[in-house]
């Protein structure tokens, strides 16, 4: 018999830690009603906390966002709490695991369901149909990539699209014409091995892109495919993982992208970049980081779509990386819509807040700062609106709670592919088992 | 002049105010009086959440929800369906077993050179420890790349003698020992504590060591060495604690993925991966417990082995 | 004191040093390259690989030093609070427990030691959700009081092991010897066993010192507004690897940060002379 398996072993433990008040689920919420708007109360005073990810730059930013809607509000307290991206998540979940998250929290797309699901985050509807958050002139695709079975949950404050930068001053440098927006994967492949030819034996065309899922995701979306299907499971087969990194074998066998150890070394961040540390003349990576990629290196950087199919398929995506959601223990939701809908729609939070979110989600706040927008930043605008104007361009949906360890595994099994661990079909179907499982979550 | 009767003159300057608390108490007693914080820490701060971690190991916790019990799943998933688990294990102890001999032996060597002899050891103490001073810093995966990175400082080295090498920490066959490396570079605390060590050791053994006329060596194997053994023992155990619960280098270097292709995935590492980025904290909390039990087993043993080499002054 | 040197002779002496002087250079090699970077401009920080910076700028450290909305003095203060609070609280608790561990016969007292022990060995990452969850309840977070409070409760538990080391090889006859002449446990603890401990104390502070200034987590967990930041966090919200890094400031920045720690453990050597046991007597 096994012990531990025991009933009274069970009860046991349960009472034990009942006894150590250890409310381990202190997170179901019982303060605020999923389905009714709470009314908006000015005369008491109401202190808000609102948590995010990100730069300087960006919390800078909000807190000038915040001070406007503070100046009209003077009830309003509110307390922020800013994390770089790398902590963020730590120090969210034992927030939540304490039951003491924030009010509001800056979401990601690749995070949103497992909040979800957990019943951490709030039903935001009853807010938007009261007009607390008006998304009267919004893009209906926007919001249904925060929708999960039906229900809204996040207000995205920014889009972008997937874009590879390219270092421009080295292209002319070595005589080579820089990429168009209509190009296609033939001209990408020639284009990396012409300019390593040219560039020398250290120097690149471009990052190794196929350990990054948005470029499974593209690939996919040209053969009119998903990466996963809407009732969940994949929505794709081994072939199409064989198709993809066959390109990349091939490259990696000529020589022609950075080598898998070398971008291991240089990590996935924008100071590794080879753009940034001159080693090689690409970077797969999203419109957004386009500024940040601009202010560490003084070569002249352009920015332009992913390539098209081969038979001109353009297959591009883009998508709204981050929401704004109101947890469940919010003793103030009403508040915290309002100051959601604050910040993506107020004119003079948008102008503060700029391009510090991407490009704004807002239909009129987009207008307006793209009046104003530097050189850098117009183009991120500017690419965007080519990515949306290509035919069938669709957005990133919800992903579902597995998509971390579907992910990781993608990563893993390319990796161990390119550094000869594995053969293709091997490292496939080492990828299918891992992505097929998590794919369900 | 013993010691005994020098210590005697000395305490009996003091006896007037000291004499008050003789025999206040008995020597059981007093134990748990001087235990009485540790007494408190332990049950207030450490013992609730050690318990409840060792509940959530026989759990399915995610930590945004609630607990369910599911019995040894978890323990069972470690051993038979989880080759990454395998693959931590596998570099875990190989970390162990390279770093913990190799930063001891350099730190003591360090500590010998800088103990005495020169004026100017005090500055050269500082400027060896300072790399330990750095801790976890970001700078740190920084400054790796600048000296292990495919056009690093080493690189820059051996293409002066015509090797062309890759990069160092990107390569799956490499990167763990550049972690190897990162952890004898970072040898300050040991060596901080064996210099205390050494200072602790009576002067009057080395002078009668002189006086019998025993040479540099004999007197480091007889005297140094045997008087030395507590804290080399000490180091001994903390590190290889700390070694089998290394977080920070990977972590840093890697940028938390424990990569390349899951070379560097310290236990620890992925313990963690598992608990926070995962949400499989009853997982993360299953593998804690495992590891607990290994280092206990590895630091019973070396008690059990100490009696044979390690000498205590208070057993005289 | 008159140990015997091998290097007794100029030349000796010099070839002494020409060893630990390049020694030292491949020991600070990163560091040289952080200082140097600290005054590049930004741009010219990750294309300019050489040591010597071709524009040599302070705006690094200008900038870095208000960057953010609170200025780094506030940061030094928080953490020179945390650093003082955890120094006394481990000096205090852990020497009381060391004591009773290394000299005293108790009741289960291999069984406190075992336990002592064990808690070095559990991976902390899995009671920070439980840990936090009592802080929480007993209203200390977003307060000092997590950092600072454990260390007065001993539950730093290399320490004690510290401690208990060092005491071990003090002699006990000198023990005996302040029982004989009236001392109790107390006042052999504070009179005999402190005063020849000090290096052991001296080593505390100084590792107590560095780990709890360079501690990244526990404030990351605890301590939520910006005007409570220590150091490290400030530090850390230089780099952000989805909107933007500020690698000049944060360079910058960490070479001013290891000021005080540099600083502490140079005061701190001193004490790691020779007790008065090792020496004064003959």
């Not at chain 2, 976890?136 to 003698?161: C, E, M």
């Amino acid at each position: 018999m096994n012990l531990w398996n025991s009933r009274a072993r069970v009860k046991a433990m349960v009472a034990l830690s009942a006894a150590l008040a250890l409310p381990l689920a202190a997170c179901s919420g019982n303060s605020a009603d999923t389905d009714t708007a709470q009314p908006l109360d000015s005369s008491k005073p109401v202190t808000l906390r609102i948590a995010w990810s990100g730069s300087q730059d960006r919390t800078d930013r909000t807190l000038k966002a915040i001070d406007l809607f503070k100046q009209k509000h003077p009830n309003v307290t509110v307390n922020y709490e800013s994390t770089t991206s790398t902590n963020f998540w730590d120090k969210l979940t034992t927030q939540v695991a304490g039951g003491n998250a924030p009010d509001i929290i800056q979401m990601s797309g690749q995070t949103l369901k497992q909040y979800v699901t957990s019943g951490v985050l709030l039903n935001i509807e009853p807010y938007v149909d009261n007009g607390s958050i008006d998304l009267s002139d919004w893009e209906k695709p926007l919001l249904d990539a925060q929708t999960i079975d039906g229900v809204l949950y996040g207000i995205p404050p920014g889009v972008d699209a997937h874009a590879i930068i390219y270092n421009a001053t080295k292209l002319r440098q070595l005589g080579i014409a820089p990429p168009t927006s209509n190009w296609t994967w033939d001209d990408y492949t020639r284009m990396v091995c012409e300019i390593h030819q040219k560039g020398g034996a250290k120097y690149w065309g471009s990052e190794d892109g196929a350990p990054q899922y948005e470029l499974l995701q593209v690939f996919l979306a040209q053969r009119g495919k998903k990466m996963f299907q809407d009732g969940g499971g994949l929505g794709f087969a081994d072939q199409d993982v064989k198709d993809l990194w066959a390109i990349w074998g091939d490259l990696q066998k000529q020589g022609c992208v950075v080598p898998p150890a070398v971008q291991q070394e240089n990590g996935a961040n924008p100071e590794g970049s080879p753009v940034v540390k001159d080693f090689g003349a690409m970077d797969w990576t999203t419109s957004s980081q386009f500024e940040n990629f601009v202010s560490l290196t003084k070569d002249q950087l352009g920015l332009v779509t992913y390539p098209f199919a081969n038979d001109g398929t353009p297959g591009q995506v883009w998508r709204a990386g981050m929401a704004w959601s109101i947890t469940k223990n919010s003793k103030n939701a009403a508040w915290a819509a309002a100051l959601i809908n604050f910040m993506v729609n107020d004119p003079d939070a948008g102008s503060a807040l700029g391009t510090s979110r991407g490009v704004p989600a807002s239909p009129a706040i987009r207008k307006l700062v793209e009046g104003t927008a530097d050189a850098a930043a117009k183009q991120t605008f500017d690419n965007l609106t080519l990515v949306q104007a290509t035919e069938s361009a669709q957005i990133t949906p919800v992903f579902p709670a597995g998509f971390n360890d579907f992910n990781k595994a993608y990563q893993s099994a390319y990796y161990n592919y390119a550094f000869g661990r594995v053969g293709l079909d091997d490292a496939v179907k080492q990828f299918m088992t891992a992505a097929t499982a998590a794919a369900s979550e | 002049m013993t010691v005994q009767s020098a210590l005697k003159g000395r305490v009996a300057a003091d006896h007037g105010s000291t004499r008050r608390m003789r025999r206040g108490v008995s020597e059981g007693l007093a134990g748990y009086l001087f235990l009485i914080p540790w007494f408190i820490g332990l049950a207030v701060i450490v013992v609730g959440p050690m318990v409840a971690s060792l509940y959530l190991s026989f759990t399915n916790y995610n930590p945004l929800g609630s607990p369910k019990w599911i019995g040894l799943d978890n323990y069972t998933r470690m051993f038979t369906a989880d080759p990454r688990y395998l693959k931590a294990v596998r570099v875990t102890v190989t970390y162990v077993v390279l770093s913990v001999p190799l930063q001891l032996v350099f730190a003591l060597l360090l500590a010998l050179a800088l103990d005495k002899g020169m004026r100017a050891l005090n500055f050269y103490r500082s400027v060896y420890y300072l790399p330990s001073l750095l801790g976890g810093s970001v700078a740190i995966a920084l400054l790796w790349r600048q000296v292990f990175g495919d056009s690093g400082l080493v690189n820059q080295v051996l293409g002066f003698f015509g090797i062309h090498a890759g990069s160092w920490i990107g390569d799956p066959d490499t990167s763990l020992y550049t972690l190897v490396t990162l952890s004898v570079w970072m040898f300050g605390a040991p060596m901080i504590i064996f210099l205390a060590g050494l200072r602790q050791i009576p002067t009057m053994y080395y002078e009668a060591a002189m006086v019998d006329g025993a040479g540099p060596l004999r007197t480091f194997f007889k005297i140094t060495l045997p008087l030395l053994s507590p804290v080399i023992f000490f180091n001994l155990i903390l590190q290889t604690i700390s070694a089998f619960q290394a977080f920070t280098p990977a972590y840093v270097v890697s940028d938390g993925t424990g990569g390349p292709v899951d070379s560097t995935l310290f236990y620890t590492l992925y313990l963690y991966q598992e608990g926070f980025p995962n949400l499989r904290m009853g997982y993360a909390s299953a593998l804690a417990w495992v590891l607990l039990a290994v280092i206990g087993i590895i630091t019973a043993i070396n008690f059990v082995v100490s009696k044979y080499w390690v000498f205590y002054g208070d057993e005289g | 004191m008159n140990t015997k040197s091998t290097f007794r002779t100029p030349a000796g002496r010099f070839l002494r040093h020409l060893v630990l002087v390049g020694f030292g250079l491949v020991m600070i090699y990163p560091l040289l390259w952080m200082i140097s970077s600290s005054f590049k401009p930004e741009d010219e920080i990750f294309t300019d690989k050489s040591l010597i910076p071709k524009n040599v700028t302070l705006e690094n450290y200008v900038h870095g030093w208000t960057a953010l909305p609170n200025s780094f003095a506030t940061f030094f203060i928080n953490s020179g609070i945390i650093v003082a609070g955890a120094i006394v609280g481990n000096l205090f608790a852990c020497s009381l427990a060391a004591f009773a561990f290394a000299r005293l016969k108790f009741p289960l007292r291999k069984l406190w030691f075992s336990i002592m022990l064990g808690m070095l060995m559990l991976p902390h990452h899995v009671i920070l959700i439980p840990q936090y969850i009592l802080f929480s309840k007993l209203g200390w977070v977003n307060t000092f009081l997590p950092l600072i409070v454990p260390k007065f409760l001993a539950t730093d538990a290399f320490f004690i092991f510290l401690m208990v080391q060092f005491i071990r090889t003090l002699p006990r006859e000198l023990d005996e010897a302040a029982r004989i002449d009236g001392c109790g446990f107390f006042g052999t603890f504070f009179r005999v066993i402190l005063p020849l401990a000090r290096p052991a104390l001296a080593t505390t502070a100084i590792f107590t010192f560095i780990w709890t200034y360079n501690d990244f987590l526990t404030p990351l967990i605890y301590l939520s507004s910006p005007e409570k930041a220590t150091v490290p966090l400030a530090l850390r919200s230089f780099m952000d690897a989805e909107s933007g890094s500020s690698f000049g400031p944060l360079f910058a920045m960490s070479v001013v940060a290891l000021a005080p720690i540099f600083g502490f453990f140079i005061a701190a050597q001193k004490y790691l002379v020779r007790g008065v046991a090792t020496t004064g007597l003959k």
